[in-house]
């Protein structure tokens, strides 16, 4: 059984940063690409970022995000990661982790419907 374990969510403020991680366990992920998610309340859930099976600068961004947010994934190490700096009050959700529905995957995609596993969430809210 696939499971995803977020954690380094918390209370920053404005400016702030934080890191996310998240565990996977139940099968290897090596081939899979792997993304961030994240839901404000009363919104829909909306792409972050995600980190290709190939790893390394084979990332891609939501604009909002680009050049404060950073993806990363230590294969070894079944775990993912989001670096989040200069944290604003709108970063304020919960954030998911998700692994492709498909492996070998060309391309990032980030439809949340392109994602078969999720986790839990971790809340991330950013004080003005």
């Known amino acids: 059984q696939v499971l995803l374990v977020e954690s380094g969510g918390g209370l920053v403020q404005a400016g702030g940063s934080l890191r996310l991680s998240c565990a996977a366990s139940g099968r290897t992920f090596d081939y899979y690409t792997m993304g961030w998610f994240r839901q404000a309340p009363g919104k829909e859930r909306e792409f972050v970022a995600a980190i290709s099976w190939r790893g390394g600068p084979d990332t891609y961004y939501t604009d909002s995000v680009k050049g404060r947010f950073t993806i990363s994934r230590d294969n070894a190490k079944n775990t993912m990661y989001l670096q989040m700096n200069s944290l604003k009050p709108e970063d304020t959700a919960v954030y998911y982790c998700?692994?492709?529905?498909?492996?070998?995957?060309?391309?990032?995609?980030?439809?949340?419907?392109?994602?078969?596993?999720w986790g839990q969430g971790t809340q991330v809210t950013v004080s003005s």
């Open positions: 998700a692994v492709s529905s498909t492996s070998f995957r060309v391309g990032i995609p980030s439809s949340s419907d392109d994602y078969a596993d």
